[in-house]
């Protein structure tokens, strides 16, 4: 339709100038892709007067390249149906699907089987176009049970790095319950040690805290020396 045409024809554009990023920056791998790219985006546009050099100048990058390989066997085979070369499209195609299968690219493959079933769908044979069919179900399926199967195990992970986190959250709220009490019981030791050396009514010192006292000042001493004590009863 329209949309497409248009769409197709500003994938053209992109592809020109990314093409020529990748020249002037020597990219060749990214190269060999853009051409594949743009030849494809021509082939959509029906413009195919331009797709066999680009997939020439592309081929030596896909020689070394699997997945490439098969992205420019998509390619010629889409090309070679528009242009109503039936076998040679068949031919193209099942070769980039073997390609796809052996380099494990589940999306590469899914597209070729696509075009096969269309291909073979409108020269009438539709045994084939839904045998291409049930392999795309069929490899869907696999498809959305590894993405499920991801899914499920990124759940795991969460709920596990969610229970750590719980656990070192009460670790460190137990670690500060234990600062708190240690220091409330330091300052109740204080306290209880201050309340043995005075007097309750006077908070003077009493006999305990005059003898602690007294021992302190002898103790300080460099050398034996007397010590004077007066007690003055008011």
């Not at 096969?116 to 409108?122: A, T």
């Not at 959305?144 to 070192?168: D, F, G, H, N």
């Not at 009514?201 to 103790?219: C, H, K, P, S, V």
Request: hydrophobic letters at 45%; proline letters at 2%.
């Amino acid at each position: 339709d329209l949309a497409a045409s248009r769409h197709a024809q500003d994938c053209s554009r992109w592809y020109e100038r990314a093409a020529e990023a990748c020249i002037l920056h020597g990219h060749k791998s990214i190269l060999g892709e853009t051409h594949v790219k743009h030849a494809r985006a021509l082939v959509l546009q029906g413009q195919l007067a331009g797709v066999p050099a680009l997939l020439q100048l592309a081929a030596p990058v896909a020689a070394e390249n699997a997945a490439l390989r098969a992205e420019l066997g998509l390619t010629r085979g889409m090309a070679a149906a528009e242009g109503g070369r039936e076998q040679e499209a068949r031919e193209a195609l099942e070769r980039a699907l073997v390609t796809a299968q052996e380099c494990r690219e589940p999306d590469l493959t899914h597209q070729i089987l696509f075009e096969l079933s269309h291909l073979e769908r409108s020269y009438g044979h539709l045994q084939a176009a839904l045998q291409h069919y049930e392999q795309r179900h069929q490899l869907m399926m696999e498809h959305y049970k590894r993405r499920l199967r991801m899914v499920a195990r990124s759940a795991e992970v969460w709920a596990e790095a969610e229970q750590a986190r719980l656990t070192a959250r009460a670790a460190i709220q137990r670690e500060a319950a234990l600062i708190r009490s240690q220091t409330e019981l330091m300052a109740r030791a204080a306290q209880l040690q201050q309340d043995a050396m005075c007097d309750g009514l006077t908070e003077l010192l009493n006999r305990r805290g005059l003898e602690a006292q007294a021992r302190a000042f002898w103790d300080a001493g460099p050398e034996p020396s007397q010590l004077t004590l007066a007690l003055i009863d008011a």
